[in-house]
């Protein structure tokens, strides 16, 4: 069973993705990039050079409902004659057709975000998910944890590896403990732990940061010695990349816990202290980046928290 990479050109800041072709008996791709010109005819030309037509497709796994990663699902299902949709049921983002606008705008608020900047993210995220089809309730069938995708020659396990989003998944080939992973694992960069409301509660937050780190160490107890990300070249030394991610978040940890003062702050006053430039899509994600450290301080009783009218002040403990 061969995994074809596959790097696909995005409008984001990210740079190019990587989608995966399973060429066999049922002909899988694994995440199919966003919804531009640029992005379907490089695919058609990987498909080609691979002897693959669209309408050989019979299943469509994505790893997450992001833009990059989900776009073209819907264009290339219906041309390839209804192949099957893959998503974990704990993936909202274009999974569904509503984005869940009003319990993000709830969550930003609870951040102390001012309401300038949460219409300023809303009108960037309109902007963006024109990269994407979203699908009807029904459309879609779900990835399980610990089952299997079957080949014709080997089969890939669902591991449901929830932080960056969290339906996000990866797909463990066993016999050679090979892992294509979407935005778990990212070779350059620490993937960001994206604010999302809990699936199950969405007036909670999803605990993003908590989960990713069980993820990882789901992910490092395989003993990877190929592990594909979502964008980026492959990574062969699993274990180096996990120690690196937890020094990382362990350094910005003391660094978070650092801007907060007795007095009390938010997260958004804690991520403007962090990333005084971010802009656009950036002030977003710094946003998450702050709750997600903020949550893993205080679920370790380094930090209080406490409810100031319907915002969060976070004070040191
Ligand atoms: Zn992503
Ligand atoms: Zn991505």
Redesign the pocket.
Known sequence: MRIVPISLPTPFY?GP?NVYLIAEDPVTLIDTGPKTKEATEALREALRKARVRVSDIRRIVLTHA?E??CGLARSLRDEAKDAEVLVHEWETGHRIGRLEYEEHRKLLARAGVPDAEIEGMRKMYEGVRKYADSFAEGEYGPLWDESELQFETGALRIVHTPGHTPGSCSFLREADRTVIAG?CVLKRITPNPVLSPDPIDPTKRFPSLAEYLVSLARLRSFSPTLVHG??GGPVHDFEELFNRYFRAIRERQAEVIKLVPKAGVSAWDVSTAMFPDADDVHRFLAVSEAVAHLDLAHSEGKIAVEFAGDREVYRRA
């Open positions: 990210i993705v992001h990059d990663h935005d979502g964008h």
